[in-house]
């Protein structure tokens, strides 16, 4: 009963096979691979954009701190969510990576910001020397907590930000379940005003790879040497390659998170029937609700995973409520969904 993330989930099988095929023999080392030249290729097809700059990571912090750096100066600044991941998870890497930048923190609502509240965030900025330049704009897809973008949102939200001048970035760790979630293409979803995209794998039954892609291709040799002072470029890259292969294959990356949003769905349809109570929308893999202390530990006691959310103190009044996360991946199994109801169950009717 792992829910605690979806990057706990296994990778896929034929994403080892690629990586097998790509171990017989020798291959050039740090990108300069064919099984490489050909991944970007795909990816510039996949998104639409014949021309953009392309580089892989091996993790998800690296590959938002690389973009946000090629689109932010030193002295810049980068509006993002209060709740987004760059500012909560990455440990101060964005900052680090830019050479000083600030993230400035926009007033969100299920992690997800409007053109109202970007322009608001713009007019309030302090200008001159003084106080840094507003550079970019950054959010996730999915979003913090879990909120789904569609095209037209990012259109009207790129219209502000390429109005003030500003840069879009989209920090796309679960890219391929907002895509799924919404019915839309990843070109449709690049060309609505996107300046930058983080592809993630990791997330979605990969070992370990995600993809920057910028739609400026002048940026590449920046990137690139971006990447390389950071200790990002890979020596071995083709195994980097080979799961990003596998991964566009019949449209993996779109049947992966399919399956890990009906999972769920299936799973917060049970919570709900079973008195739980759901505290966002739940549009891709993740679900947010609240539950009784008391419910929370014999869940655990069960041997049930997830993150209460926020932090919260394990010890307490056995009534208060508890927020907390519930994350499903591309192989999450009707079985451990039941086995989770079932305990929820359970303990409701004790």
């Not at 949102?153 to 502000?160: R, Y």
């Not at 794998?201 to 690139?224: C, F, H, S, W």
């Not at 993150?307 to 009534?319: F, M």
Request: include cysteine; glycine fraction near 10%.
């Amino acid at each position: 009963m792992n829910f605690a993330s979806d990057n706990a989930g296994p990778a896929h099988p034929a994403v080892w096979a690629a990586m097998a095929e790509a171990d017989r023999g020798v291959a050039a080392p740090y990108g300069a691979d064919p099984l490489t030249q050909e991944v970007v290729g795909r990816l510039q097809e996949l998104f639409g954009v014949p021309d953009a700059a392309v580089a892989l990571v091996s993790v998800g912090t690296a590959a938002n701190a690389l973009a946000l750096a090629c689109l932010c100066p030193p002295w810049g600044r980068t509006l993002c969510p209060d709740v987004a991941h760059v500012e909560w998870d990455e440990c101060g890497a964005p900052e680090a990576f830019i050479g000083g930048g600030k993230l400035v923190l926009v007033p969100s609502r299920g992690g997800k910001i409007t053109p109202d509240d970007l322009r608001a965030a713009i007019a309030a900025a302090p200008h001159g020397v003084h106080y840094g330049k507003l550079a970019a704009v950054t959010i996730s897809n999915l979003s913090e907590m879990g909120r789904a973008w569609t095209p037209d949102e990012v259109g009207a939200l790129a219209e502000v930000a390429h109005g003030a001048g500003l840069a879009l970035h989209m920090d796309g760790a679960r890219f391929s379940n907002g895509v799924a979630a919404v019915g839309c293409s990843a070109a449709e979803m690049f060309a609505a005003g996107l300046d930058a995209l983080c592809f993630g794998g990791t997330k979605n039954g990969l070992p370990g790879v995600e993809a920057v892609i910028l739609r400026d291709g002048g940026l590449q040799e920046e990137l690139e040497f971006r990447r390389k002072r950071a200790g990002h470029l890979v020596s071995k890259h083709r195994y980097l390659a080979a799961q990003v292969t596998a991964y566009l294959d019949d449209d993996l990356w779109l049947a992966n998170a399919r399956a890990a949003n009906a999972a769920a769905a299936r799973l917060a349809e049970g919570l709900r029937a079973a008195g739980v109570e759901i505290t966002e929308q739940v549009d891709g893999n993740q679900i947010f609700a609240r539950m009784p202390r008391r419910l929370h530990a014999e869940l655990m006691a069960a041997g049930a995973s997830y993150y209460l959310w926020p932090d919260a103190p394990v010890d307490g009044d056995p009534g208060e409520m508890l927020g907390c996360r519930m994350v499903c991946n591309w192989a999450t199994e009707d079985a451990e969904i039941d086995a989770l109801l079932g305990a929820v169950a359970t303990v409701r009717a004790a």
